[in-house]
């Protein structure tokens, strides 16, 4: 008996240190900019690498156009021979999706914020929750928290 609890123990912990989560999907906030919505394409096959690409969607006739095909740019920390660009962002994998370093600038809420990490998760079956770290110290950025979110819909079951 005490070996099936030790067991069970060390499954489940391992399971809450890792998740893989799947992110394949294509993905929109569907607020247009120009009459056209941006459109994030995602690929993974696996949790060790997670493939990125990109669209823009007419708000008006849902005619796709500028494709770009989706190439490796997110791996794990032991297959970054696997990356299909000239330099990849390397995740870990965390308790609800992952998460990786990046120093960037994100427009949110009217503002333009630097950020220095990424977490990827969830929200529900088809949408995504991408959550920035924010390092900017201007005021206007200071009001938004420590961390700002976005939502991002799946556009197979927001659009139809």
Aim: aromatic share 10%; with cysteine; glycine share 4%.
């Amino acid at each position: 008996m005490k070996t099936i609890l030790v067991f069970a123990s060390v499954l489940f912990t391992a399971g809450i240190a890792q998740a893989c989560v799947g992110f394949s999907g294509a993905y929109s906030t569907f607020r247009p900019v120009a009459g056209k919505y941006h459109v994030l394409v995602l690929d993974q096959n696996d949790c060790k690498t997670v493939a990125v690409g990109s669209f823009q969607l007419d708000q008006q006739t849902s005619v796709v156009l500028d494709e770009i095909e989706p190439k490796i740019f997110y791996t794990d920390k032991d297959n970054t021979k696997k990356c299909e660009l000239t330099s990849c962002r390397v995740f870990t994998t965390t308790r609800t999706g992952l998460e990786f370093a990046e120093n960037a600038s994100i427009y949110i809420n009217g503002t333009t914020c630097k950020y220095d990490r990424v977490a990827w998760e969830r929200v529900d079956t088809w949408n995504l929750k991408i959550t920035y770290r924010i390092v900017d110290s201007s005021s206007t950025c200071r009001q938004l928290g420590r961390n700002a979110s976005v939502v991002m819909k799946d556009i197979k079951h927001a659009l139809y």
